[in-house]
């Protein structure tokens, strides 16, 4: 049972323009996630993150948006860069024992194009 | 500061070998956790130690155990090596407090076994 969904395997965009990665999740418990980006042969490098009492998170030219009632987050990537070229990934992790068990999605690999 | 290290980065062992890996969290980080990222199943949570001590784990077999020292490195053992452990071994450090923080990863180990 997948408690993480990225039902893109794939996204392509044009330099410029915004990149929007999706994620749901199944799991209520669930009360910080948290995007990754990730070269082949490398670890994931933490992008950004968001606790489940906000609905928005910015940081230069990443925004997390979640809505709780739907279970979804996205990442809105503006303006995405082709040096952005890499497989995301969106991570979730729930309260009291499991706090340090992150739960990833299978990823959406994001290419932009010059 | 120094991020997570992991050695080596890459090895190669035969069915039934077993093979130890290690993992240098960021200083201060008293959490470490285990991953396993393959094709089919993506990044897995195999289990996570704090302050010497198993605290999260898995749904690995037993032939995969761990174990952490009082300077918070750890080490990942995998006994009885089959084929299907091919995969990229990733460690996460983070400071192992209670609430939200984030787990930041190092590059990797690369296990094929043969």
């Known amino acids: 049972d997948q408690q993480v969904k990225q039902n893109s395997p794939s996204l392509s965009v044009q330099e410029g323009r915004i990149s929007i990665l999706n994620c749901d999740y199944t799991?209520?418990?669930?009360?910080?996630f948290l995007w990754y980006k990730k070269y082949p042969a490398e670890g994931p490098t933490f992008l950004i993150s968001?606790?489940?009492?906000?609905d928005k998170n910015e940081d230069g030219r990443f925004t997390v948006f979640l809505n709780k009632s739907a279970k979804h987050l996205s990442l809105h990537i503006v303006p995405s860069q082709p040096g952005d070229s890499a497989v995301y990934f969106c991570?979730?992790?729930?309260?009291?024992?499991?706090?340090?068990?992150?739960?990833f999605g299978k990823g959406t690999l994001l290419t932009v194009n010059p | 500061k120094a991020g997570v290290t992991q050695t080596p980065r890459y090895l190669i062992k035969t069915r039934g070998q077993q093979v130890t890996l290690s993992c240098s969290p960021i200083?201060?980080?008293?959490?470490v956790s285990w991953y396993q990222q393959t094709p089919g199943q993506g990044l897995q949570f195999l289990f996570e130690y704090f302050s010497e001590t198993q605290r999260n784990k898995g749904n690995f077999p037993g032939r995969f155990s761990g174990r952490q020292f009082s300077n918070s490195r750890s080490e990942m053992n995998v006994s009885t090596l089959e084929l299907g452990d091919s995969a990229l071994y990733l460690c996460?450090?983070?400071?192992?407090?209670?609430?939200?923080?984030?787990?930041?990863f190092g590059p990797g180990t690369r296990l094929l076994v043969l």
């Open positions: 200083s201060g980080h008293r959490s």
């Open positions: 968001i606790s489940s009492i906000k």
């Open positions: 799991n209520s418990m669930f009360d910080y």
């Open positions: 991570a979730a992790s729930g309260s009291g024992g499991s706090n340090y068990k992150l739960t």
């Open positions: 996460a450090s983070n400071l192992g407090g209670t609430g939200e923080e984030t787990q930041y």
